[in-house]
């Protein structure tokens, strides 16, 4: 029913799943110049009375509940209209959610916080993800993952969006799995940390896990100590290390060992039989320090590359002269010799099913993303062994890297503040390597 109410008489829904109503001057400027152009809906705060003036053909004198039409209502206000024309329709709250969701997704764009809040609020009033992705168009994944939000902290969540996270940013959020974890790198969405502080997150969790399963196969012949004291080294593992082999000896010698940080060394009694081998401190540290910049290196490539991979041949486009000026610059320093290795990474899904390229698809994509083929081309050269330490683990300033970074930069890569530490060399673990040889 189509009917002019009274604005004062229409109340803004307490559920509207967006919140935030955004600038009303330029809407309620258009609103005193030509007037509400689309009705608002609206619902009678008592249906049963509504219904019963209806039915008596008497009018309803009770207040209306914004359906449709909230920034209308409000600009309207500022505006100062006295009547809002309005269509009453009469749901049950699930609908009213459902309808008011759908309303603002397809017109304002909720808030990925907002969206979540409202799907809450559809499940609260007994809706599954499939009968809410019926009821509002979204996938059973989009409504789950919108829901999993409202598992964050609330205050660290709106912080986030305030500093622009995206829904992908927090969709990446579902690759850790440690809850306390998960809420720390939320504190770096929007900010030139955050993904470097999500790998490394992923990272250390599979570093757990790989030491984990280490830890599981050592204690089926050796004993977990707190101290390696009075007991003799015989080797070390890290997460790498591969499958553990049990000593033929575990039967008349006791084993032992001890967890370090990035190792784990792996002890025995003190026998005659066993040569007497031990780490001093200075070597233990230095293995430490190994194994954690390699793995920092290891992710400051893989987030080069993941970096390179997203980007689209628009944009690549757009940079064509930065990209041949770095392969020009990168032919005439050192000559640039294209790795099938690094470009079979870079472009992986034109590789064959014994992992080596395509050239067929090779082909293919020069045809249909030349711009990405010189880009990628470009950063062939890339690896993981590309760092800034030497043997020793001292800081190595490299040439070649800072321009792949700076060349990364202009197409819109950002370092983050580890990054920056081990290129310009003020990284801990330098000071501590450094101050381990004095």
């Not at 207040?63 to 909230?70: E, F, K, M, Q, T």
């Not at 996270?165 to 790198?185: C, F, H, N, P, S």
């Not at 390179?308 to 041949?313: F, T």
Request: net charge negative; proline share 3%.
């Amino acid at each position: 029913m189509l009917t002019n109410i009274p604005i004062e008489r229409i109340l803004p829904h307490p559920n509207n799943p967006r919140q935030n109503l955004g600038d009303l001057t330029e809407l309620a400027a258009s609103i005193k110049e030509r007037g509400i152009l689309q009705n608002l809906t609206v619902i009678p705060q008592d249906p049963e009375q509504y219904k019963k003036m209806i039915d008596s053909k008497r009018k309803y004198q009770g207040n209306y509940i914004a359906i449709i039409g909230h920034r209308r209502h409000a600009a309207s206000k500022l505006a100062g209209l006295n009547e809002i024309p309005c269509t009453v329709a009469v749901m049950d709250d699930k609908e009213q959610i459902a309808t008011m969701l759908l309303e603002n997704i397809q017109r304002s764009d909720l808030t990925p916080i907002e969206q979540a809040q409202g799907f809450q609020l559809m499940m609260n009033f007994g809706e599954t993800a499939v009968t809410i992705a019926e009821k509002t168009g979204f996938s059973k994944s989009t409504v789950y993952s919108r829901v999993k939000l409202l598992e964050f902290d609330p205050d660290k969540l709106k912080a986030a969006e305030a500093r622009g996270g995206t829904l992908a940013d927090y969709a990446a959020l579902d690759k850790i799995e440690d809850k306390t974890t998960r809420e720390k790198v939320l504190d770096k969405i929007g900010t030139s940390n955050f993904k470097y502080e999500l790998q490394s997150a992923i990272d250390t969790e599979k570093r757990e896990k790989k030491l984990a399963k280490i830890i599981e196969d050592l204690e089926k012949f050796a004993t977990k100590v707190k101290s390696d004291k009075g007991l003799q080294y015989v080797r070390y593992f890290y997460q790498d290390s591969g499958k553990i082999e049990v000593p033929p000896d575990a039967d008349t010698v006791k084993y032992y060992f001890t967890k370090s940080g990035y190792c784990i060394n792996l002890l025995c009694d003190k026998t005659a039989e066993k040569p007497e081998e031990v780490l001093t401190e200075k070597e233990k540290a230095k293995i430490e320090h190994e194994n954690r910049l390699k793995e920092i290196t290891a992710r400051m490539y893989k987030l080069r590359l993941e970096f390179v991979k997203g980007i689209s041949d628009s944009h690549a486009k757009k940079h064509l002269p930065d990209i041949a000026e770095y392969i020009l610059k990168q032919s005439l320093d050192s000559g640039l010799r294209i790795s099938k290795d690094s470009t079979g990474k870079l472009l992986e899904a034109i590789l064959d099913d014994k992992k080596k390229l395509d050239f067929d698809a090779l082909t293919k994509q020069c045809v249909f993303s030349p711009s990405c083929t010189l880009l990628y081309a470009a950063m062939s050269v890339d690896c993981e062994s590309s760092r800034y330490y030497d043997w020793e683990l001292k800081h190595n300033p490299m040439k070649y890297l800072d321009e792949r970074y700076d060349f990364l930069c202009k197409l819109g890569y950002e370092m983050s503040d580890e990054e920056l530490a081990m290129r310009d060399g003020t990284h801990e673990l330098f000071g501590e390597t450094e101050g381990n040889d004095e």
